[in-house]
């Protein structure tokens, strides 16, 4: 019986390995988002000097975590990409724009409102 699940158990056993990356790699890619921008957060609640620049801060930990999802969902989604292998980065890719631009947004608000404050005073 066991010959009949030769051909398949290198497969078998490359896809459990997968798995098992995929779902460190997400929970890790959680912990780092989740805590990241808390602490981005409270460092710019406790610290003036660098309340301005925290989105910064928050961004550095969302595209961390965009990086372990991109290292660790590598070993599932291979095989889907082989006919297209710039698809795989692209995706990563367009889903670090969307916080590259929200933190640039927040930065030049935040700065921009000091430079007005200080003008009007």
């Known amino acids: 019986m066991m010959d009949d699940f030769r051909p398949i158990l290198p497969s078998l056993i490359r896809l459990m390995a997968g798995i098992a990356a995929f779902a460190i790699g997400l929970v890790a890619a ?43 969902f590598k070993g599932i989604t291979g095989n889907i990409f082989n006919s297209a292998p710039w698809a ?16 640039v947004v927040n930065v030049v608000h935040a700065l921009e409102g000091h430079t007005v404050r200080h003008n009007q005073t």
């Open 88 to 103: 795989y980065p692209l995706i990563f890719l367009v889903l670090a724009i969307i916080p590259t631009v929200k933190a």
């Open 30 to 72: 959680i912990v780092v988002l989740k805590f990241g921008t808390q602490l981005a957060n409270a460092a710019g609640e406790a610290y003036n000097s660098i309340k301005d620049y925290a989105p910064l801060l928050g961004w550095f930990f969302q595209v961390a975590a965009l990086y372990i999802m991109y290292v660790s």
